[in-house]
Structure formats: C-alpha cells, structure tokens
C-alpha cells in the first residue's frame, strides 16, 4: 500500500530559469541510470525475495520507495528550471518576470526562449514539464531493470546502479552554477553513497555469496591469467599474487595462445596454485544446492492457500 505525502524529502531549490540544464537533469528522470530506472529495478527485484529473504524484502522497498521520493524531487527540480516555459514563454511578450527580473536584456531573452523552444521536450512535445526520456530524448524503457532472483546477483548490480547514479550527479553538478540547484544534487548524490553501503552490507549477510549463484567454478580455469595484448605489460593484484575472494594463486599466462594448442584447446589443462579439486567442486555445489533450495521450500507453502500480507489483527500497521 503506497501513500503520497506531498512535501518533498529534500527541499529543491532554483535561483532561476534553465532550460538548458532542465534537459541535462532529464538523464536522472529517464535516463538509464536515474531515479526511475533505479526505483523500478528494486521494486521488481523485491517480489522475488519477499517470502526466503524477509529482511531483505524490507530493505529493496525501503530504497525503491525512496528513489521514487528522488524522481519527484528531479521532476520537482526541472519543472522549477523550466519555469516560464509552459506559460510565459506561450506569449513571451507579457512574461514580465522573464523580460525584467531574471533576465538582463534583450540578446537575453531571446537566447533564453530559444533554449526552450529548440528543446523538443520541453515546449513543442511536453508543453513545458519532464517527460520520461533521457537527456536526449529517448524513451525510458524496461530494458534498464536488472532482476535475476538471485539476491546476491542483484545486490551487486544495485552496487554497480549506485555507483554509475553517483557518477551521473558529479558530472551533472559540473554544469550548474546555482547554489541551490547544487545543494539538491549533493543530496541526491550523498543518498547514492548511502545505499551502496545498505547493499553492500545485505550482500555480506548472505553467506557464501561467492561467486555468484549456485554453481562453483572449474578450478582448472577460475585463477589463470591471459596476457591478451602485446606491449608494455603491467603486473598487479590482479594477475599477480592470491585472487581476492577465491584465495588461489593467479597464474600469468604470457602466451596464450602456445598455452592453448599446448593444452588442446584448454581440455588437457590441470589445476595450478589451487587447492579445489573438481570432487571439492561438486560437493560445494550439492551443499549449497541443498541450502538454497531448503530455504525457498521453508518459506513458500507446499500446497493450500498462498498470502502475501498478514495483517494484525489490531488493525494497526506495523513494521515486521
């Protein structure tokens, strides 16, 4: 049950008119990695986990419900850019407000109304408000969620969603000189950091989360390096040294492709610097098959009725 209260969660702000950063905002309304893309992605992703990860249920509403907040706040932000748009600039000879107060003469003016009028979203399309397209005018779409139902494969990509959002507002705040503007992009940008750390931390609470998924990988394969490009090599804990969540050591392979023939195509490989053998594999992998299943089949009901809510039966909301 969604409810509306009509006071913004952060008090935006504009000193003045903007078209033009009005259009550069629309890439955080509908854009790829805005608010809408990023509410969507963990509302979808919630259905998924209601009934094996409760808490975790609780949590993807929690933000999606507050990246909704974040979109009225841009819609909120760029409505204020355009003022003048949707009404003064319909009849730009009476839009007194435009030609004195907030602009300096007439190259000004002109400059000002021609921002809007070349904008296809904001005047000839929109009649002067946000439309769910990015920067460039392209449709929001469905295509932008990402929902695989396995929580640790979602966390993650929440992590990569927050941190491409952040980005996005660091640029963004680069092409705006208005204080007040600024200070709603800090706040925007702030909450994206903060719900990084609210996935991370749901992710580690989940355990094993690595790799993702069920399956273990082949341990033939899973630490070997390929040197796939000639020039200056550069070595790092990336190709060097014990690989970060696995613990085997990398094994820098300089040319790969005498390695392949060497190895018939990679089939005739052995293990090297790892302890997992391919009996150790298989047991993970029935274990934590085992696990996985044993707690979707503990919180979905075998047969009968199926019900998504209890209600107290007090009649009083609460948080469970």
């Known amino acids: ?26 890439e955080q309304f509908g854009g790829a990695n805005g608010e809408l893309k990023a509410a969507m992605q963990y509302f979808v992703q919630a259905f998924g986990v209601k009934q094996v990860y409760p808490d975790k249920y609780d949590m993807l509403m929690d933000i999606a419900t507050e990246e909704f907040s974040h979109l009225e706040i841009v819609g909120a932000t760029i409505q204020m850019l355009l003022k003048g748009v949707n009404g003064e600039l319909k009849d730009a000879a009476d839009a007194e407000e435009i030609t004195t107060t907030l602009l300096d003469g007439k190259e000004k003016k002109e400059t000002y109304i021609h921002d809007a009028m070349i904008n296809p979203h904001f005047f000839a399309l929109s009649g002067g408000g946000p439309v769910v397209t990015d920067s460039n005018g ?38 705006t000189d208005d204080p007040y503007v600024k200070e709603t992009l ?29 399956l273990q990988g082949d341990p033939k394969h899973s630490n070997t390096y390929y040197n796939m490009s000639k020039g200056m ?70 047969e009968g009725e199926a019900q998504w809510s209890h209600f107290p039966e007090d009649g009083q909301p609460g948080r469970r």
Do not use: C
């Not at 702000?13 to 550069?24: E, K, N, Q, T």
């Not at 932008?144 to 993650?156: E, F, H, K, Q």
């Not at 940008?189 to 989360?209: K, V």
């Not at 993970?284 to 009901?301: F, H, M, T, Y």
């Open 186 to 214: 800090r706040f925007l940008m702030t909450r994206e950091i903060a719900h990084f750390q609210m996935f991370e931390a749901a992710l580690e609470t989940i355990q094993p989360n690595f790799p993702p998924g069920i």
């Open 233 to 302: 090599d550069a070595r790092g804990p990336w190709n060097e040294g014990k690989s970060t969540q696995l613990g085997e050591e990398w094994i820098f392979i300089e040319d790969p492709q005498k390695h392949v023939v060497e190895t018939n195509g990679l089939t005739e490989r052995e293990p090297e610097g790892t302890d997992r053998t391919e009996e150790s594999v298989a047991e993970q992998n029935s274990l934590l098959a085992a696990e996985r299943s044993g707690e979707i089949k503990a919180a979905v009901p075998a």
């Open 138 to 175: 392209v449709p929001w779409s469905g295509m932008y969620v990402n929902a695989n139902t396995d929580l640790t494969v979602d966390l993650r990509s929440n992590m990569g969603a927050e941190s491409r959002a952040k980005i996005v507002y660091e640029h963004l705040m680069q092409y």
């Open 1 to 26: 049950m969604f409810y509306h209260a009509k006071e913004l969660q952060f008090n935006a702000r504009v000193s003045a008119p903007d078209p033009r950063f009005a259009r550069l905002l629309l």
